[in-house]
């Protein structure tokens, strides 16, 4: 039986575009938290699996996480975990042993990501220091360390801080002739000395545990 309500083109076209715009917010939204987990593709595999996070609540962060991982459970630093998760993400931790707490939680052969986020006056190369020997001890492999450009929450870009050549190119910009030689030179002096994580505002840490 048809219903009595008249036909409205009109109505039916709102309620597409109404449907349209729905769909594109969502798109939008679902596009911001991909970007916000650029930094997956950093490891070895850039699929998330299960996560475990230890950090104060970042709803941007979390909801991203939620969204590109199977599984995402927020943990207590004080309560020790088996080495249960595929991954385990850190934000801002207080010290190296709460750090190398939190990373035993991640399984052999999975990863520990940790953001670091330098405050007004606060070097982070002395933290970064201390957390890569206290990962080490701990079983991960060399940790590896990246410049968020210009910040976590909207990175456009990932410079290595471990090697020089990335960041000369950065540096560099096309130079050529001597100002490449001192883009170069400088580029060495401040991954070798430590210098350049001394100013950056967003780092990153990057280790794999060892084994399988």
Not at 84 to 100: E, N
Not at 101 to 117: H, I, K, M, N, S
Not at 140 to 167: A, I, K, Q, S
Request: proline fraction near 7%.
């Amino acid at each position: 039986m048809r219903s009595a309500r008249a036909f409205v083109p009109e109505e039916a076209t709102r309620d597409v575009l109404t449907a349209q715009a729905t769909d594109s917010v969502t798109a939008g939204v679902r596009l911001q938290q991909s970007r916000r987990l650029d930094w997956r593709f950093l490891l070895p595999d850039p699929r998330l699996g299960a996560i475990g996070y230890f950090g104060p609540q970042d709803e941007t962060l979390l909801a991203a996480l939620r969204e590109f991982s199977s599984s995402v459970e927020a943990l207590d630093w004080e309560h020790e975990r088996e080495a249960a998760f595929d991954g385990v993400v850190v934000k801002q931790p207080a010290s190296a042993r709460l750090l190398a707490q939190a990373a035993q939680a991640v399984r052999p052969g999975g990863f520990l990501y940790v953001e670091l986020r330098r405050k007004p006056r606060q070097a982070l190369v002395g933290h970064s220091r201390t957390y890569r020997a206290a990962l080490i001890r701990a079983g991960f492999e060399e940790p590896e360390y990246h410049w968020h450009w210009p910040d976590f929450e909207r990175c456009t870009r990932f410079v290595p801080l471990n090697v020089p050549g990335p960041l000369m190119f950065d540096l560099s910009n096309g130079a050529r002739g001597p100002r490449r030689f001192f883009f170069s030179a400088a580029a060495r002096v401040a991954v070798a000395s430590g210098l350049l994580a001394r100013v950056v505002p967003c780092i990153s840490l990057i280790a794999t545990r060892v084994g399988r």
